[in-house]
């Protein structure tokens, strides 16, 4: 159909949901009461819906931690002994699936019932 049709090109509907994967993504927020291993497959899942977002490692390690919530950090830098973000690229992010993986094995077993 031509322009005058009402229809939105192909190209600014692309531009559109480029643009919103890239604000979800630099708007991550940990939700209140969601652990840190579910807040981090949400957060892999907001990257993968956008993959051309061009947020390097260090900036979308940096959007992430910065969205949690504040016991999420306390742990992430207790275990990091210190600032998790003064650490290099990617000692954080080994960290963080490591504290994912056992906070996910911890509500797990919290959730056994004999």
């Given at each position: 159909?031509?322009?005058?049709?009402?229809?939105?090109?192909?190209?600014?509907?692309?531009?559109?949901?480029?643009?919103?994967?890239?604000?979800?993504?630099?708007?991550?927020?940990?939700?209140?009461?969601?652990?840190?291993?579910?807040?981090l497959d949400r957060f892999h899942g907001l990257l993968r819906k956008t993959p051309t977002h061009g947020f390097?490692?260090?900036?979308?390690?940096?959007?992430?931690?910065?969205g949690l919530r504040p016991h999420s950090k306390q742990l992430l830098n207790a275990s990091a002994d210190g600032k998790i973000k003064m650490k290099t690229p990617k000692e954080p992010m080994e960290l963080i699936e490591n504290v994912a993986t056992s906070d996910?094995?911890?509500?797990r077993d919290r959730a056994y019932i004999p």
């Amino acid at each position: 159909m031509g322009r005058g049709s009402g229809e939105v090109p192909e190209e600014v509907l692309a531009d559109s949901k480029f643009a919103e994967g890239k604000v979800e993504i630099s708007s991550f927020h940990q939700l209140l009461g969601e652990s840190l291993s579910k807040a981090l497959d949400r957060f892999h899942g907001l990257l993968r819906k956008t993959p051309t977002h061009g947020f390097s490692e260090s900036i979308q390690l940096n959007i992430f931690i910065d969205g949690l919530r504040p016991h999420s950090k306390q742990l992430l830098n207790a275990s990091a002994d210190g600032k998790i973000k003064m650490k290099t690229p990617k000692e954080p992010m080994e960290l963080i699936e490591n504290v994912a993986t056992s906070d996910h094995a911890t509500l797990r077993d919290r959730a056994y019932i004999p």
